[in-house]
């Protein structure tokens, strides 16, 4: 074990139950409130499970039919919840034609079954509704009663649903959901759908919250927190273009201590879906770093996993900081704290569990990603390692052996049968960006930026991406003269990844 683990290891187990005494004590009682479907929420999917229906804007009228597909990663007991607009609650899935509901992987299953006599059809009442896919390996007790494959609409009690998240939660069995919303009218209805809306989510990072030692950095994470400082201006200048130029009817910006992992998470899994319906164009923008978990000193960028690091992210070093603290006798209440909680997190699952704890890994920017199906979901993401999370696999860097695409991010929802989703990465290879002055902006950004300016009429997502191929070889070729007159190495070639499985054309600038 490297002493980095060990210190990871180190056991303070008075300090971690005096630690979580202080937060119990801190949190206010919550009121009580009946359990709804879409509460029951998995942060850490170790596999996917999507859910689609039949109308791709996700509105139906009075007399309407309305079907589902499931389909997951992994095998798996497939249930499917519906919560009503008057909030009666029924299990779908299995049901009295479908009294099986145990699954092969990928294998598409459609609710009703295609040869199935029943017909779902839309009725009163009408408003939004709720259709909830849980995927578990094992099966759920409390909803293996055989009263509930009596019909077709079987009926859930709070209870029930209460037990269901006590049962996910008390044991530790692999399981994965997805939630689909949608919004049903009387036929008489005149209520018209708005145009399309364009709405924008902006993240940029240029600082963390915990500090480092110099001699606990090591020299890659060194150079990562020196290369990407800027990101805080990135987010801040292309929210403004965007909101001019790029005609967003509603955007947020979260950069540096306001880019935690809960305010960010807050932002993709409540806000995005709220503002936002189905046939509306969503832009989500990430200037910052990103972190390779690399299983062993042999990894290619083919079998790493990789993170977003948020604002609270703890790096390497930071925990060897704060146990240096503690035998010094000179930490906070605040530092101990965390300290505790690395520690408890590395015991059960490595250093790997720590820095995943205030990132995004790519399996979970999938999941969130999934919360917005029925939207052309456009990503830019000015980092490297962008093209492990594009629907394309990663793009190994020129120089690494033939290496096998990860199958991760939303490569994994395509495979599911999620489409509309587009790409813009500052690189598909595994080495930074060194193009970036911390006082202005990251070049792939500025370049963006300026192609969307300079065009007198509108602008694509391709020719915004050939644009910025075109300037930036030519800025990389003014570097490398410099670099080489100065007898120093010249850097590889790289230009950005761009990947779009959109059905209809993406409009940077309408």
Not at 30 to 44: F, G, V
Not at 179 to 184: D, G, Y
Not at 185 to 213: M, P, T
Request: neutral net charge; hydrophobic residues 40%; glycine residues 6%.
């Amino acid at each position: 074990m490297s002493h980095r683990a060990s210190l990871l290891a180190v056991a303070l187990s008075t300090l971690f139950a005096a630690a979580i005494v202080a937060a119990a004590s801190a949190q206010p009682p919550k009121p009580s409130q009946p359990p709804r479907p879409e509460d029951i929420r998995q942060k850490n999917p170790g596999f996917l499970v999507r859910a689609d229906v039949n109308r791709a804007l996700r509105s139906y009228r009075d007399g309407d039919a309305l079907s589902l597909t499931v389909a997951a990663e992994a095998d798996a007991y497939i249930y499917v919840l519906y919560k009503q607009a008057d909030g009666k609650l029924f299990l779908i899935y299995p049901n009295s034609t479908q009294p099986h509901n145990r699954v092969k992987a990928r294998q598409a299953v459609a609710i009703p079954a295609s040869g199935d006599t029943f017909r779902w059809e839309i009725g009163p009442p009408f408003g939004k509704e709720i259709i909830k896919v849980i995927a578990s390996k094992e099966p759920l007790q409390e909803l293996a009663d055989p009263s509930f494959r009596e019909k077709f609409f079987n009926a859930v009690a709070p209870r029930n649903l209460k037990g269901i998240e006590l049962e996910l939660g008390a044991n530790e069995i692999a399981w994965a959901e997805d939630c689909v919303e949608i919004t049903t009218y009387a036929a008489d209805n005149k209520e018209e759908l708005a145009g399309a809306r364009r709405i924008g989510l902006f993240i940029g990072l240029g600082e963390y919250e915990h500090q480092v030692s110099k001699t606990a950095l090591t020299p890659e994470v060194e150079k990562m927190l020196r290369h990407y400082r800027p990101g805080h201006h990135d987010a801040q200048t292309l929210a403004s273009v965007m909101q001019e130029i790029g005609r967003l009817s509603e955007r947020r910006m979260l950069t540096n201590e306001q880019a935690t992992r809960d305010k960010v998470e807050e932002a993709f899994t409540r806000w995005l879906p709220s503002v936002s319906r189905p046939g509306d164009t969503v832009f989500i923008y990430f200037s910052g770093l990103t972190f390779p978990l690399s299983p062993g000193s042999d990894a290619t960028p083919a079998n790493r996993e990789v993170l977003l690091p948020l604002y609270n992210f703890v790096f390497p070093g930071v925990v060897q900081t704060l146990e240096e603290k503690r035998q010094s006798g000179n930490i906070s209440r605040q530092d101990s704290q965390l300290l505790a909680l690395t520690q408890q997190l590395a015991a059960r699952g490595g250093e790997a569990a720590v820095y995943r704890q205030w990132s995004i890994p790519e399996q979970l920017f999938a999941h969130w990603l999934q919360g917005l199906a029925g939207r052309q979901v456009v990503v830019i993401l000015d980092a490297p390692y962008a093209s492990a999370f594009g629907p394309g696999g990663f793009v190994p860097a020129a120089g690494w052996p033939t290496a096998t695409p990860l199958a991760a991010g939303v490569a994994r929802l395509q495979d599911l049968g999620q489409r509309d989703i587009a790409m813009l990465g500052a690189c598909g290879t595994s080495r930074f960006d060194v193009s970036r002055d911390p006082d202005t902006l990251s070049l792939m950004t500025e370049l963006l930026v300026r192609s969307m300016q300079s065009a007198p009429g509108a602008v694509s997502l391709e020719q915004a991406h050939a644009e910025i191929v075109k300037k930036m070889q030519s800025r990389l070729a003014e570097i490398n003269e410099k670099l080489r007159a100065e007898g120093k190495e010249p850097e590889p070639p790289y230009q950005p990844y761009m990947v779009n499985t959109c059905t209809k054309p993406v409009m940077l600038k309408p």
